[in-house]
């Protein structure tokens, strides 16, 4: 599976961005998409995932002001950011598991690029 995110950007404190994440390759289907975010000097840490039916989970990090969806007959999966904080600088990572696979960093099947997310205060 080829992942392509885009949609990052610099924004002001308290705005929104929606991220974007292209997948081609493999069946869409067959895989549980992700997002994770990894700020400077911190460790990879979970925004949330997706099935293909639509169950969703979130992590701590952004849990209540993100949104994750999918669309999948154009294969792409999004994350909606609101009440963005200058903690909330990171780079974005997409990601796509298979089911049952643990969302551990280190154990996802595969990585997107990442996109940079830029708060200012």
């Known amino acids: 599976v080829q992942l392509q995110a885009s949609g990052g950007g610099l924004v002001q404190a308290g705005g929104s961005l929606r991220l974007s994440c292209a997948a081609s390759?493999?069946?869409?289907?067959?895989?549980?998409m992700g997002w994770f975010r990894q700020a400077p000097g911190k460790e990879r840490e979970l925004v949330g995932h997706?099935?293909?039916?639509?169950?969703?989970y979130y992590g701590d990090s952004m849990k209540g002001r993100s949104t994750i969806s999918r669309d999948n007959a154009k294969n792409t999966v999004y994350l909606q950011m609101n009440s963005l904080e200058p903690g909330d600088t990171a780079v974005y990572y997409c990601?796509?598991?298979?089911?049952?696979?643990?969302?551990?960093?280190?154990?996802?099947?595969?990585w997107g690029k990442g996109t940079l997310v830029t708060v200012s205060s």
């Open positions: 997706i099935s293909w039916s639509g169950n969703t």
């Open positions: 990601a796509a598991n298979r089911y049952g696979r643990t969302w551990n960093p280190t154990a996802v099947d595969y």
């Open positions: 390759g493999r069946t869409f289907s067959s895989y549980v």
